[in-house]
């Protein structure tokens, strides 16, 4: 077997492994993940030194008001969360639909949604690494003709697996480049829903710096281009997690600034969302993600870029 083939063959036996284990995992209730979570989380936040290093910095940027000891409070709190997101994919793809529709104790702010397309417009759904992301997905996708961005995983064979999970509810995945923008533009023209994540950075060229926090932060710019083009609403939608028991989906109004034809103001309304959907439960985001990496002086090529590292 060549080297290609081999390697391969690891993926496709690791990708077998975690199906197996997702498959398994969505049988079980939602109050047993959730102690396997609490008791995974301090372990992952200790032996974990990436995740524990990113999440402490990103949390003494975001909260300097706050103790060293309140921080590593609510980075192990925020780590337990996103250890029960991994497990509760599970759930979210593979369970049965009426479990895992049953598991959504609460829907707050729909009308925002009803409202925009008896207006006879789209509506852009900010969907945040916040909670329970795939839940929210399958409510969307549920409900309403849903259109979303779709990147294949870095594991290959676990593509279908993935895709299927999120599809299964009638969502279309659309690829992340100008053909899937397209296809976003005629899914908001229909008076549809689509789904953009708003805090992960974007390629170079494809963003701006914006506030987060207070912190410049590099931010898509892909929002005012649908919004210019289709008038449609947008909103802030997350599944807050309800430890043990199921989730509760909140669609909050947008920061105003989302409508503005200057890419900058635009960003710092979509960062702003965001931050509004964290303040639900700050513990529930995905702090362990590198939201400052870019930072002003890489774009400017400085000399002493060194000095303004955050990572």
Do not use: C
């Not at 969360?81 to 104790?105: D, F």
């Amino acid at each position: 077997m060549t080297p290609q083939g081999a390697n391969n063959a690891r993926r496709f036996s690791k990708a077998s492994a975690i199906s197996w284990l997702w498959r398994q995992l969505s049988r079980w209730p939602l109050a047993r993940l959730w102690r396997i979570s609490s008791a995974l989380g301090p372990l992952v936040y200790r032996f974990n030194k990436r995740e524990r290093w990113v999440t402490d910095r990103n949390l003494a940027i975001v909260y300097p008001d706050l103790s060293i000891a309140e921080r590593k409070t609510l980075g192990q709190h925020s780590l337990r969360h996103s250890t029960a997101t991994m497990l509760e994919l599970g759930h979210a793809w593979m369970a049965e639909p009426n479990k895992v529709e049953t598991s959504i104790l609460a829907v707050h702010g729909r009308d925002k949604l009803d409202n925009a397309r008896t207006e006879g417009r789209g509506v852009i759904v900010l969907a945040p690494h916040f909670g329970n992301w795939e839940v929210l997905n399958f409510w969307l996708s549920s409900h309403f003709p849903f259109t979303a961005m779709y990147e294949p995983p870095k594991i290959t064979a676990l593509d279908p697996v993935i895709r299927h999970g999120r599809e299964r509810m009638g969502a279309s995945l659309v690829p992340t480049n100008p053909r899937g923008v397209a296809a976003l533009l005629k899914a908001l023209k229909r008076s549809e829903a689509i789904g953009i994540l708003p805090d992960q950075e974007p390629d170079w060229g494809s963003g701006v710096f914006a506030p987060f926090f207070g912190r410049e932060a590099y931010t898509a710019t892909l929002l005012p281009k649908l919004v210019a083009r289709t008038q449609a609403r947008v909103v802030t939608g997350v599944a807050l997690r309800i430890p043990g028991k199921g989730f509760e989906i909140h669609f909050l109004d947008a920061d105003e600034r989302v409508y503005s034809d200057d890419d900058v103001q635009s960003a710092t309304g979509v960062n702003a969302s965001v931050e509004s959907a964290i303040a639900l439960e700050p513990a529930q985001y995905q702090w362990e993600y590198k939201r400052y990496r870019k930072v002003v002086q890489e774009q400017q090529n400085l000399a002493n870029f060194r000095d303004y590292r955050l990572y």
